[in-house]
C-alpha cells in the first residue's frame, strides 16, 4: 500500500455517522499519518456514478469504503466480488479497493454482533427473540445461525415482513417462528433478545421487562440509553448496545482496509467515548 490512502462513509443521511471519528482514532494510533477518513451524502441513484469517478481527481487512491443505508444491497452489482457472509444477507457495509482498482465487499456487521455480543459474556443461546424485520434483522438472524441451539421468534408487524424473515431463516439455516408486533412483549422472556427497530418503536415495551431479564442487544445508539436499555439493565440483565457493535464491526473494517491486525480497538473506544 502507498503512504497516502483515503477512506470514506457513504449514506444518506450520513451526518450522524460516527464512523470518522473510529476510523481517524485507529489511522492515529496505527501512525498512518497520510490517511483520511470522510463522509458523503450518497443515495441509491448516486452511487454509481460515485464509483464511476472515484480517484478521477488525482488525490491518494481509494483503500475502502463503509456503506450504510440505503446501500448495503445497492452496492453489490458494483463490486467485482463478495464474501460467502456479505452473500449470506445480501447486504455489503464494507468495500476494500486492490491496487488495480478492483472492489471486495464484504459484511462486517454478522461478526461486529457476534464479537460484540461474546465482549459482554454472551455465548451460546437455546432460543432467542428478534424484534423487527429489516436489514438489521436478517444480519441478526446470520449472527443467530452461529450461537443460537433453538429457535428464533421474530415479531413483525405484517404478514409479508413476516414470510420475508421466514424465507431468511430456510437461507440461514435458522429455525424461524415468527409472532404479531402486538406481542412482542412475550418476546422480553428470551435468553436473548436482538432489537433492530428505529429509535422509539420499542419505547413501551420498557414496562414489561421481567424481573430477572436475559440478554438485550439493543442496535440503537442515539439516544442512549433507550428508555427498554434503561429498563433493562435496571433490572440487572445484560446489554449490548449500538455503540458496541459500531465499534466492533469498524475494527474489522480497519483490519482490512489497512491490513494492519489487530486493530486498536481501545482507541477506537477512546474517541467514540470522548467525541
Known amino acids: 500500500m502507498s503512504e497516502n490512502r483515503r477512506a470514506a462513509v457513504l449514506g444518506s443521511p450520513i451526518a450522524h455517522s460516527l464512523s470518522p471519528v473510529l476510523h481517524r482514532a485507529a489511522y492515529r494510533k496505527l501512525g498512518l499519518s497520510g490517511w483520511t477518513y470522510d463522509r458523503f451524502e450518497v443515495d441509491e441513484t448516486a452511487l454509481p456514478d460515485f464509483f464511476k469517478h472515484l480517484g478521477e481527481d488525482g488525490g491518494p487512491a481509494w483503500a475502502g469504503l463503509s456503506l450504510t443505508m440505503p446501500l448495503k444491497r445497492a452496492v453489490i452489482p458494483l463490486l467485482d466480488e463478495i464474501t460467502d457472509t456479505a452473500a449470506s444477507v445480501e447486504a ?56 443460537c441451539d433453538g429457535e428464533v421468534t421474530a415479531y413483525v408487524r405484517s404478514e409479508a415482513r413476516a414470510a420475508e424473515m421466514r424465507q431468511w431463516g430456510e437461507r440461514l439455516g435458522v429455525a424461524v417462528r415468527t409472532a404479531d408486533w402486538g406481542d412482542a412483549a412475550e418476546a422480553l422472556g428470551a435468553p436473548l433478545v436482538i432489537a433492530t427497530t428505529p429509535a422509539g418503536t420499542m419505547d413501551a415495551l420498557a414496562a414489561s421487562v421481567p424481573d430477572r431479564p ?4 439493543d442496535v440503537l445508539y442515539e439516544p442512549w440509553p433507550t428508555p427498554l436499555a434503561a429498563a433493562w439493565s435496571a433490572r440487572g440483565g445484560s446489554l449490548v448496545g ?31 467515548a470522548a467525541r
Open 92 to 147: 455489503v457495509n464494507t468495500v476494500v479497493f486492490t491496487d488495480d482498482g478492483r472492489g471486495h465487499g464484504d459484511n462486517t456487521d454478522i461478526p461486529g454482533m457476534l464479537a460484540a455480543l461474546r465482549e459482554r459474556g454472551v455465548g451460546r443461546v437455546e432460543r432467542a427473540a428478534v424484534l423487527g424485520a429489516g436489514a438489521t434483522a436478517s444480519s441478526a438472524l446470520a449472527a443467530l445461525s452461529r450461537i
Open 214 to 217: 436475559g440478554a438485550l442487544f
Open 242 to 272: 449500538g455503540l458496541d457493535l459500531l465499534v466492533h464491526q469498524a475494527v474489522l473494517q480497519v483490519e482490512q482496509m489497512t491490513g494492519r491486525a489487530p486493530a486498536p480497538l481501545a482507541a477506537m473506544r477512546e474517541a467514540l
